[in-house]
């Protein structure tokens, strides 16, 4: 019996890094990765083996490559695992002069969307506003674009396993969190 062949993260890899290689469009670029993400979410067994989980907990980032010489806009992207527990949220915030594609492995997670809303846009003030949201389910992809804003929270009602390509390792960068019930923002801790 022949077995069929499987896409690898180390195939998922060489695919992002023929992406940089060959376009410095962002939406491109986020595009193209999250193509090849779903496939690689989508490919049975390899992230089990790569972070040895406990049954339960086993919570919070888990580095899978950080690649020092393709990127954008400028060299470092970073995969990475999160191990989120049942409920877990975050603030709205954006990704600064990076684009991040989401790939739910197990679990459910929810992306709101967020944008600042300017007098004569239905409000009388400077007012940061929720534009919509969805559920993204185990094998399914988004990403966000530069500047975009968001936040994510897991709703699978137990542990969700979320694999994520920052385009540019985020820790390096300016980047903002956002308060939509006080409509401020402040600088991320990096």
Same mark, same amino acid.
């Given at each position: 019996m022949t077995m069929?062949?499987?896409y690898t993260m180390d195939a998922f890899l060489d695919d992002v890094r023929d992406t940089f290689a060959t376009t410095d469009d962002p939406m491109a670029q986020a595009q193209a990765v999250a193509n090849n993400? *779903?496939?690689?979410?989508?490919?049975? #067994?390899?992230? !089990?083996?790569?972070?040895?989980?406990?049954?339960? #907990? #086993?919570?919070g980032p888990k580095?899978?490559?950080?690649?020092? !010489?393709?990127?954008?806009? *400028?060299?470092g992207?970073?995969?990475m695992a999160?191990?989120?527990?049942?409920?877990?949220?975050n603030l709205p915030h954006d990704h600064g002069n990076a684009w991040v594609v989401y790939g739910v492995y197990d679990g459910s997670i929810e992306q709101t969307k967020w944008r600042w809303?300017?007098?004569?846009?239905g409000v009388d003030r400077l007012?940061? *506003?929720?534009?919509?949201?969805?559920?993204q389910g185990a094998g399914s992809v988004a990403f966000f674009l530069p500047g975009e804003i968001h936040n994510t929270r897991n709703v699978t009602g137990g542990r969700a396993l979320v694999v994520r390509l920052e385009s540019q390792k985020l820790d390096r960068l300016v980047r903002y969190q956002y308060n939509p019930d006080e409509n401020t923002m402040k600088v991320m801790d990096r």
């Open positions: 069929a062949p499987t993400l *779903k496939t690689l979410i989508n490919t049975p #067994g390899w992230l !089990e083996e790569m972070l040895d989980l406990p049954e339960e #907990g #086993g919570y580095s899978l490559h950080l690649e020092e !010489e393709a990127g954008h806009p *400028k060299p992207f970073w995969l999160s191990v989120q527990e049942d409920g877990r949220d809303f300017y007098p004569g846009e007012q940061l *506003k929720e534009t919509g949201q969805f559920v």
